[in-house]
């Protein structure tokens, strides 16, 4: 079946401008978390839905970062006021549950670039 | 403060020998220890997890190795093959503190290069 997937794949944007990164969780998985990977870095929690339930928001690096699932599918991060150090891969990942299911399967990734 | 990182950021071997990949890390109340391959231009892909109160699990050319004396995780792969090559993370997940056990910690992850 269809994986994660993310769009754009790219993304290049200019300093001060607002994007919007959208995923498409697997069918039938109740969680999707957002992640941030910088060059040469581990992946940084940002945000987790789970369900119905109120996200967890606690990684999210500034107010200039924020995010909706709607209809508990479909997940958009939005990213304001863009800054350089923004530039990074942001990789969302759904799995069937939250809460100590460890398997999260990931998206490809969409590299953002802001000069 | 808690994290998990690694003790090598790069690991060259040839193909068929075994691979063994290293992680420290410091937070003892992890519940799981996971790891994951990320290819070039890819999304990280599990491999295998551990729970913490084992101290190995074998999978299919896999086996993760844990120590909690020393705090530390090992990823063995078997006749690694070029396919292997791949960046390779370890994640803890942390035990049930306010319903937060779904939070990946990772470390910053090792490359790993087979040379046919």
């Known amino acids: 079946g269809a994986g994660v997937s993310q769009s754009p794949s790219n993304k290049v944007t200019e300093k001060g401008k607002d994007v919007e990164l959208r995923c498409d969780p697997i069918?039938?998985?109740?969680?999707l978390y957002w992640y941030r990977q910088s060059l040469g870095q581990g992946l940084e929690f940002l945000i987790y839905?789970?369900?119905?339930?109120?996200?967890?928001k606690s990684g999210l690096p500034s107010d200039r970062f924020s995010a909706e699932r709607t209809g508990g599918s479909v997940s958009t991060l939005t990213i304001q006021r863009t800054q350089q150090e923004d530039s990074a891969v942001y990789l969302c990942?759904?799995?069937?549950?939250?809460?100590?299911?460890?398997?999260?399967?990931f998206g490809p990734g969409t590299r953002l670039t802001v000069l | 403060g808690e994290s998990v990182g690694l003790h090598l950021p790069t690991l060259s071997v040839q193909e068929g020998d075994n691979s063994i990949i290293n992680c420290a890390y410091s937070?003892?109340?992890?519940?799981?220890f996971i790891w994951y391959k990320q290819e070039s231009g890819k999304g990280p892909q599990f491999i295998i997890d551990?729970?913490?109160?084992?101290d190995k699990r074998q999978g299919q050319r896999v086996t993760v190795l844990l120590n909690k004396t020393v705090k530390h995780l090992s990823l063995q792969i078997a006749a690694t093959q070029p396919g292997d090559s791949a960046v390779y993370f370890c994640a803890e997940i942390p035990k049930n503190s306010g319903g937060s056990n779904y939070k990946l910690t990772f470390g910053k992850g090792t490359l790993l290069t087979v040379n046919p």
């Open positions: 551990i729970r913490s109160n084992m």
């Open positions: 990942a759904s799995s069937v549950g939250g809460g100590g299911r460890r398997e999260q399967f």
């Open positions: 839905f789970q369900g119905n339930s109120a996200p967890d």
């Open positions: 937070n003892s109340a992890s519940d799981y």
């Open positions: 069918s039938g998985h109740t969680a």
